[in-house]
């Protein structure tokens, strides 16, 4: 059987080490990874080996050359610019007459590949994945198959609300080479994204074989660090170069080791290094080829590459050092910290954790480094939350970090392109923030609209109504004063997508984002506050039945939150002939974050004054203005799933036969009312982006999410507070109804909500027995796993996509049944992490 290779990664975020070299040809203890895959080919008899090239491909022809030096036989497929996995694959259709296997060059394993052949041989499959359990499966495609080993579903690098297993693609494959006529030549074309899907579609016989062993993708550099040491470790069984001579230490030829220097195992020593006097080595460390470790240097947990130098006195705990790289006497490299290749690090410098400096650089004598050399960095599992780029003021979200990002971000987006750049209050944390970003946006030459202080839906529908590409929107966090939150939108005014943040996450992190000549730099241009309003409140009239609602003369209270919705909505309702009690308007910056509690009390004052003045309703509107909570005519507070009830109720009332969009945690009372009305309901993932983009679908009239966020989506396929108000008010003007008979007529539900932490390394386990144990009771994959016990009930079990902790939510016939059942299924996720 012949192999196929795949060797064109270029490591983005194993950089700084990847910039000079690409990712098959960064080393394991001592060989190049990608020569560790080749022996273990060899070792399972197969020695014909296409190998598929890109990044740096002379780096990769050059070393391994036509094979010969290995007992093998190597050819290489080239691509000028990427195709993709499989488009890579096809390339080298002429050499590929017979089952084929696939294997990365730049992951790590032991697996036995002839137990993967005799699998797909049995089974007679067209394509046999091989399969891994990990703990975080965000990063690899998720699996499902049956008893027989049949797969019956997969999704590539889900959000953990998504993820129903902890069984991933580990990217080696058996395939018959029949699978290659599916798709054309010269065309990306994807394995995981685009082939396997078309051939579970198809029905035909695809596989999954689930491996022993030890595999890792050495993704990034924490991971390549880990590889390393599991090698020292005897966790994966490949070839360490030399010999052992005990105390876990394996030495090439020509090593010296002074007669007191210490070393703790386990350590790998490349040929010619040398050990000076005084000096301490503590494994897991590898000390590569002309390496030389000086006099009572320290080294602890590190990895240094060939032809480097360790001064006199200098330590390093947990670091990487690239080649030909010199760390002077009494240097100091901490935890996470890496120094790319040809570098200086003079005398006394210290390198603080998690800095990564790039090749060709030097550190002056004495000086502390705290920021990554070039462009700076933070230690993050990721930037992206649900609520976007999240954290800290002046310890997450530094003016370097925001400068960083909106250079990220700017990057991605053709050069001159417009972005427009936005604030929710006026305090001092979020102006802070956002000034920085528009400081990052110019460097990658794209220009910037600055729309001021307005409120989210504002921002929007400015960015989906201009020329603008794209939008930030920067805003001090409703229930935390010490967090920001910076929101990212695409072209439509909508939140970018997953694609999306992965690009702005893969330059911010690799930190080499675009930086344009003078000439290219972008513009900063200050937007009229009346032009931007007017725009929106333009298509906001458009919508709106206003002689409708004027003929009610509606009295409502309303607070505003201390928000920015009262630049329009004061305006908005004179014209509609609202009479208008107002509650908390001014713009007082210690007022706009509000604790749950104090939310409870507002809402409680609120009902209050709402039922002593009779007035119609009662609307708290979120200092965003996204989101609403009303009160009725009876002063009873609607909580978001009551509000998303009563939404669907009158709009599938007003339009015939049209759908409403929820999430699944929605209630089973939507259903009757859809019956009721011979409307529809349709069911998404409960993230924002994944309710957004439903707006777009056909017949959709409404979208609610069940805390109190409302798309109307012939005006703006995104959450608006003021739009929410306006519609409620139409539609009871409409149907001449009051708030509370509405609520009076909904079908009795009964919700019960509760949550289970869960670290996350075990969240994908949780996720793949749950979706085992229920698979006949499961109902259909929308999000988390939803087991439906009948009788009307239901169980919905969801990961947090930020936290380490699950959601349970049940529903039944009474709201004991409702709460006994979400606290049985969480005691179920709970003993499940055992």
């Not at 509606?554 to 630049?567: K, L, R």
């Not at 380490?804 to 299924?825: D, G, I």
Request: hydrophobic residues 40%.
């Amino acid at each position: 059987m012949k192999a196929v290779v795949m060797a064109g990664g270029e490591g983005s975020r194993l950089r700084p080490l990847t910039i000079k070299r690409p990712k098959p040809m960064v080393p394991i203890v001592g060989k190049p990874v990608m020569e560790h895959i080749l022996n273990l080919l060899k070792r399972h008899g197969i020695t014909e080996v296409i190998v598929t090239v890109q990044y740096l491909a002379s780096n990769i022809e050059d070393y391994f050359g036509n094979g010969s030096q290995f007992g093998m036989r190597i050819t290489y497929s080239r691509e000028d610019v990427p195709l993709g996995t499989a488009g890579s694959v096809k390339n080298a259709e002429e050499h590929l007459t017979e089952p084929f296997l696939v294997i990365s060059g730049d992951a790590l394993t032991d697996y036995n590949l002839s137990d993967i052949i005799r699998f797909h041989q049995e089974k007679q499959a067209l394509a046999t994945l091989t399969l891994a359990h990990v703990h975080n499966p965000l990063e690899y495609g998720v699996i499902i198959t049956n008893e027989d080993g049949h797969i019956t579903q997969f999704l590539e690098k889900p959000s953990w609300g998504e993820v129903f297993s902890d069984t991933i693609n580990t990217g080696i494959y058996v395939l018959d080479p029949r699978v290659l006529t599916y798709f054309e030549k010269n065309k990306p074309f994807d394995f995981s994204q685009d082939l396997f899907p078309l051939m579970l579609k198809k029905g035909d016989p695809i596989y999954g074989y689930i491996a022993s062993g030890y595999w890792c993708d050495v993704g990034n550099l924490s991971e390549y660090m880990r590889a390393n040491a599991d090698a020292l470790q005897g966790r994966v069984q490949i070839e360490i170069p030399g010999r052992h001579i005990g105390n876990s230490i394996w030495c090439e030829e020509g090593v010296e080791i002074a007669e007191d220097a210490q070393l703790y195992g386990p350590v790998y020593l490349g040929h010619d290094c040398k050990i000076k006097s005084g000096a301490i080595i503590h494994g897991p460390s590898i000390i590569g080829h002309y390496t030389i470790i000086d006099e009572r240097a320290q080294v602890d947990r590190s990895i240094i590459w060939n032809n480097s130098y360790i001064g006199e006195r200098a330590e390093l705990r947990g670091a990487l050092v690239g080649s030909s790289t010199s760390i002077k006497s009494k240097a100091v490299m901490f935890e996470g910290s890496v120094i790319g290749d040809n570098s200086i690090v003079q005398e006394g410098a210290i390198i603080q954790p998690n800095v990564k400096i790039w090749p060709d650089k030097e550190i002056e004598t004495g000086a502390v480094v705290n920021n990554s050399i070039i462009w700076g960095s933070q230690g993050r599992r990721g930037l992206f939350g649900r609520y976007g780029v999240t954290g800290l003021v002046n310890i997450d979200l530094t003016p370097e970090f925001a400068a960083s990002l909106g250079a990220a971000y700017g990057a991605i987006l053709p050069k001159g392109s417009i972005i427009a750049v936005n604030r929710d209050s006026s305090h001092r944390t979020s102006r802070m923030i956002k000034r920085a970003i528009v400081a990052g946006l110019p460097s990658a030459g794209i220009n910037v609209h600055d729309i001021n202080q307005v409120p989210i839906p504002v921002a929007r529908y400015y960015v989906r109504n201009t020329e603008a590409v794209g939008g930030i929107h920067v805003r001090l966090s409703p229930h935390d004063p010490r967090i920001v939150d910076i929101k990212f939108f695409d072209q439509y005014g909508l939140d970018i997508n997953k694609a999306t943040e992965r690009k702005v996450e893969n330059l911010y992190f690799r930190e080499d984002f675009r930086r344009v000549y003078i000439d290219d730099l972008g513009s900063i241009e200050v937007q009229e506050n009346e032009r931007v309003l007017n725009l929106y409140l333009e298509g906001f009239h458009k919508v709106v039945d206003e002689g409708l609602i004027h003929q009610r003369k509606f009295q409502i209270v309303m607070d505003y939150a201390h928000g920015s919705t009262t630049q329009l909505l004061p305006g908005i309702f004179n014209r509609l002939g609202v009479d208008v009690i107002i509650l908390n308007t001014s713009a007082d910056e210690s007022l706009v974050t509000r604790t749950k509690d104090e939310v409870e009390r507002d809402l409680e004052r609120l009902a209050t004054i709402t039922a002593a003045l009779h007035t119609d309703l009662g609307v708290r509107i979120d200092p965003a203005g996204e989101r609403i909570a009303v009160v009725d005519d009876r002063g009873r507070i609607l909580d978001g799933m009551k509000m998303l009830a009563v939404m669907t109720s009158l709009m599938l009332r007003r339009f015939h036969q049209a759908t409403v969009a929820a999430p699944v945690t929605a209630p089973s009372a939507l259903q009757h009312i859809a019956k009721r009305y011979d409307g529809y309901i349709l069911h998404t993932r409960v993230l924002p982006q994944a309710l957004m983009a439903t707006a777009s679908r056909e017949g959709v009239v409404l979208v609610g999410d069940g805390e109190g966020g409302f798309i109307f989506p012939e005006f703006l396929p995104a959450f608006d507070g003021m739009m929410a108000v306006a519609k409620l008010l139409e539609l009871l003007a409409y149907f001449e109804v009051k708030l509370s008979e509405v609520v009076d007529d909904l079908p009795s539900y009964y919700l019960s909500r509760t949550r289970v932490a869960c670290p996350w390394e075990h969240k994908g386990k949780v996720m793949r027995i749950l979706s085992e144990q229920y698979r006949e009771r499961r109902a259909k994959p929308i999000d988390g796993i939803k087991i439906d016990l009948g009788s009307k009930e239901w169980v919905l079990v969801l990961p947090d996509a930020d936290r380490p902790l699950f959601h349970v939510v049940a529903e039944s016939e009474s709201s004991e049944q409702a709460q006994a059942l979400a606290e049985k299924y969480a005691r179920v996720v709970s003993g499940l992490q055992q």
